[in-house]
């Protein structure tokens, strides 16, 4: 598997390589486009020349060819001129009579409309230059090898391919030193981590620019770890909690029995000790089916079935079971500004789940009222279902509002007060957050009411 600076260092050489040979293939082409044009100027100029001679001296004899060569100060490799003849069809002129037959192949392609024609033939460049002069039409054809241009061009090819070879070394060196600084604060956010562990999970990791895309990265990093703390927190809190409520029972049922144990006593004895041991596993199984509930929250959060759920019908559901379970309790149901459409009154949720977050709200109200009274007034609100839950008693202390949803969260006033394990409220703050609502209390020295806050069907 190669590692990012490895691809790094391969991408960057890639694509500075890329663009520069896409500049020295640009450079090579454009100078064997001026090369070409050049040639082609000397070419039409050598012809020129001929044609002054030719036609000012009216002669075709060997003077005029010193002349026409001593017209250029460089003479052109393989150089042939020739003077064509329209009418006659006939080669009146050439340079090199031997090879005048080279010049007669270019013929075919004379365009008496034009008046300069650029042609080539291998490596062989030729100009032909159109003449008139009365009822006299003739060509002027110029032929030539450019091999000084051909030799500076396979210089040029030469010099481009060791330039090329010698940036690709320098661009590897030099990407693999850009990738490693590019990386460096990665590896230090590495090394950083490495040192975090649960007993000094408090620290975090440091990052000079937190503006920048890996300061972000280290943001997000920290806010996990965060919540990673928060968590292991909760968990260990959850673990002396869950101790301390199973130890208690657990050495009063132990007690119980040894004491039972210690000599023989009457049939009352034994059934008031075996009472206080059924007392005592009623409560245990109570705690173990609350700890069920918050895991099951917690674990099929994400495999949980929704459906639509109509509200006031669950709540009145809810009532007549906690009614049956406890004569004493009270609920008052109260239904304020009742809507008119029927998805005011249907949120998508788990129907099973809503109706413990209504029994644990409700039952908890009735348990810490001293008449055993709970008033719930329901009413929906722009896409919402909006159930409060009021309950005279003693009120909570400010104190402790911030942590009465957390599991096995218990004030003084209400361990005090009345036997439960501190459980109720965390499912309820979990059912709540699965469904997308919101849960807030507040309390008072009239009592206590508990808000929750449902989307319903019409906010979709």
């Given at each position: 598997?190669?590692?990012?600076?490895?691809?790094?260092?391969?991408?960057?050489?890639?694509?500075?390589?890329?663009?520069?040979?896409?500049f020295?293939?640009?450079?090579?082409l454009?100078?064997k486009?001026?090369?070409?044009?050049?040639?082609y100027?000397?070419?039409q100029?050598?012809?020129?020349t001929t044609?002054?001679?030719?036609?000012?001296?009216q002669?075709?004899?060997?003077?005029?060819?010193?002349?026409?060569?001593?017209?250029?100060?460089?003479?052109?490799?393989?150089?042939?001129?020739?003077?064509y003849n329209?009418?006659?069809?006939e080669?009146?002129?050439?340079?090199?009579?031997?090879?005048?037959?080279?010049?007669?192949?270019?013929?075919a392609?004379?365009?008496?409309?034009?008046?300069?024609?650029?042609l080539?033939k291998?490596?062989?460049?030729?100009?032909?230059?159109?003449?008139?002069?009365?009822?006299?039409?003739?060509?002027?054809?110029?032929?030539?090898?450019?091999?000084?241009?051909?030799?500076?061009l396979?210089?040029?090819?030469?010099?481009?391919?060791?330039?090329?070879?010698?940036?690709?070394?320098?661009?590897g060196?030099?990407?693999?030193?850009?990738?490693?600084?590019?990386?460096?604060?990665?590896?230090?956010?590495?090394?950083q981590?490495?040192t975090?562990?649960?007993?000094?999970?408090?620290r975090?990791?440091?990052?000079?620019?937190?503006?920048?895309?890996?300061?972000?990265?280290?943001?997000?990093?920290?806010q996990?770890?965060?919540?990673?703390?928060?968590a292991?927190?909760?968990?260990?809190?959850?673990i002396?909690?869950?101790s301390?409520?199973?130890?208690?029972?657990?050495?009063?049922?132990?007690s119980?029995?040894?004491?039972?144990?210690?000599?023989?006593?009457?049939?009352?004895?034994?059934?008031?000790?075996l009472r206080?041991?059924?007392?005592?596993?009623?409560?245990?199984?109570?705690?173990?089916?609350?700890?069920?509930?918050?895991?099951?929250?917690?674990?099929?959060?994400?495999?949980?079935?929704?459906?639509?759920?109509?509200m006031?019908?669950?709540?009145w559901?809810?009532?007549?079971?906690?009614?049956?379970?406890?004569?004493?309790?009270?609920?008052?149901?109260?239904?304020?500004?009742?809507?008119?459409?029927?998805?005011?009154?249907?949120?998508?949720?788990?129907?099973?789940a809503?109706k413990?977050?209504l029994?644990?709200?409700?039952e908890?109200a009735?348990k810490?009222?001293p008449?055993?009274t709970a008033?719930?007034?329901?009413?929906t609100?722009?896409?919402?279902?909006?159930?409060?839950?009021?309950?005279?008693?003693?009120?909570?202390?400010?104190?402790?509002?911030?942590?009465?949803?957390?599991?096995?969260?218990?004030?003084?006033?209400?361990?005090?007060s009345?036997?439960?394990?501190?459980?109720g409220?965390?499912?309820?703050?979990?059912?709540?957050?699965?469904h997308?609502?919101?849960?807030a209390?507040?309390s008072?020295?009239?009592?206590?009411?508990?808000?929750l806050?449902?989307p319903?069907?019409?906010?979709?």
């Open positions: 598997m190669i590692n990012i600076r490895t691809r790094l260092t391969y991408q960057f050489v890639f694509l500075v390589t890329g663009i520069l040979f896409l020295s293939l640009g450079v090579y454009f100078s486009l001026y090369l070409e044009k050049r040639f100027k000397r070419l100029d050598r012809a020129i044609t002054t001679l030719l036609f000012d001296l002669q075709t004899d060997s003077t005029v060819l010193r002349l026409i060569d001593a017209a250029d100060k460089e003479p052109l490799l393989n150089e042939n001129i020739s003077v329209d009418q006659t069809k080669i009146l002129f050439s340079t090199n009579p031997a090879n005048a037959q080279f010049h007669q192949q270019f013929v392609q004379l365009d008496s409309t034009a008046q300069t024609l650029y080539r291998n490596e062989y460049q030729v100009v032909a230059i159109h003449l008139t002069s009365g009822k006299s039409t003739n060509w002027v054809i110029v032929s030539g090898v450019d091999q000084t241009g051909q030799d500076a396979n210089d040029l090819q030469k010099i481009l391919i060791i330039m090329m070879l010698a940036a690709i070394l320098l661009l060196i030099s990407g693999w030193l850009f990738a490693d600084r590019a990386l460096a604060p990665m590896s230090s956010i590495v090394q981590v490495n975090i562990f649960p007993a000094n999970v408090t975090r990791v440091e990052h000079p620019n937190r503006s920048d895309e890996i300061g972000v990265l280290v943001t997000t990093f920290n996990l770890l965060d919540r990673i703390e928060q292991l927190h909760t968990q260990k809190m959850f002396a909690n869950v301390h409520e199973l130890k208690n029972p657990l050495t009063k049922i132990n119980q029995i040894d004491v039972a144990l210690i000599q023989k006593r009457n049939p009352e004895a034994y059934e008031q000790t206080s041991l059924q007392e005592d596993t009623r409560t245990l199984t109570q705690l173990t089916n609350t700890l069920l509930e918050l895991a099951n929250t917690s674990l099929q959060a994400e495999t949980m079935p929704f459906e639509p759920v109509r006031d019908e669950l709540l559901e809810t009532k007549k079971q906690l009614q049956a379970w406890h004569d004493d309790y009270t609920i008052q149901l109260t239904f304020t500004d009742f809507p008119d459409e029927e998805d005011d009154l249907i949120t998508q949720g788990n129907r099973a809503l413990v977050l029994m644990n709200l409700i908890n009735c810490f009222s008449s055993r008033a719930v007034d329901f009413r609100r722009r896409g919402t279902i909006i159930l409060s839950v009021f309950n005279e008693g003693i009120p909570i202390p400010s104190a402790d509002l911030p942590y009465i949803f957390q599991p096995f969260f218990r004030g003084n006033a209400t361990a005090q009345s036997k439960g394990h501190g459980v409220l965390a499912v309820v703050a979990q059912v709540t957050q699965l997308r609502g919101d849960i209390v507040q008072t020295p009239q009592g206590t009411t508990f808000t806050t449902l319903s069907l019409a906010a979709f």
